[in-house]
């Protein structure tokens, strides 16, 4: 399926901000920890069946949906008595790119635009990954919702952000999978929001955004 809206014009970009666990790299790595691993060991733990650990996880994840806490390892570990990074670290073997997502930042790295990452992942998860796939020497900067205390989906984290790497946001590209976190990028002014349309490679793309969608880079840059 192409993109929903004619790809824009990049010599009007100076700035491409992106999220990584569900836009450049697969999600199935962390939805395969969060639903299944978490949800046993805590099982184990607490000596209760998977369904009844799930559900009790699952309630106090809805009770956090959207804080700085839903992303927090640390508050994951105290909430549950698990070393949320080692059962993250167990898994290390499912982390992967998505799609086209190594090719896109080959392109980036030596063009004219400088690349961000802009992330809620939680800096434990960003070691993993970074000592896994060197995500740190592919891109410009890495700025976590944890440096800011507030996650993607409050305008708070976009100002912190505009503070520290100066970015206009009349000349800045932002991708990401969340609707929430892409609709709070639009509300401070971002000139291209873009949907990644399937994050997780082992699930059916996510409901359509309202915002422009891709499933591969090259949709919207010049691939060669």
């Not at 898994?91 to 961000?116: T, Y």
Request: with cysteine; charged share 25%.
């Amino acid at each position: 399926m192409p993109a929903t809206k004619t790809a824009f014009d990049w010599q009007q970009i100076d700035t491409v901000l992106l999220d990584i666990d569900g836009t450049l790299l697969d999600l199935h790595y962390d939805n395969f920890v969060w639903d299944k691993v978490v949800p046993e060991a805590y099982a184990r733990l607490k000596q209760l069946s998977y369904p009844e650990a799930k559900e009790q996880l699952f309630a106090q994840m809805r009770q956090v949906h959207g804080t700085i806490d839903f992303y927090s390892f640390d508050f994951w570990k105290e909430q549950t008595g698990l070393d949320i990074t080692d059962l993250h670290r167990q898994q290390s073997q499912l982390i992967g790119f998505r799609a086209d997502a190594e090719a896109f930042l080959d392109w980036l790295k030596p063009s004219a635009h400088e690349a961000i990452i802009a992330t809620n992942a939680d800096h434990n998860s960003l070691r993993i990954k970074d000592n896994l796939i060197g995500l740190s020497q592919r891109v410009d900067q890495i700025y976590s919702s944890q440096d800011f205390g507030s996650p993607k989906e409050h305008q708070n984290f976009w100002r912190q952000l505009q503070n520290h790497c100066g970015f206009d946001p009349k000349r800045t590209l932002f991708l990401d999978d969340t609707e929430r976190v892409l609709n709070a990028a639009a509300e401070f002014g971002i000139r291209e929001v873009w949907h990644v349309r399937t994050p997780d490679s082992q699930r059916a793309p996510r409901p359509e955004s309202i915002h422009p969608s891709l499933d591969q880079f090259h949709e919207i840059y010049p691939a060669t």
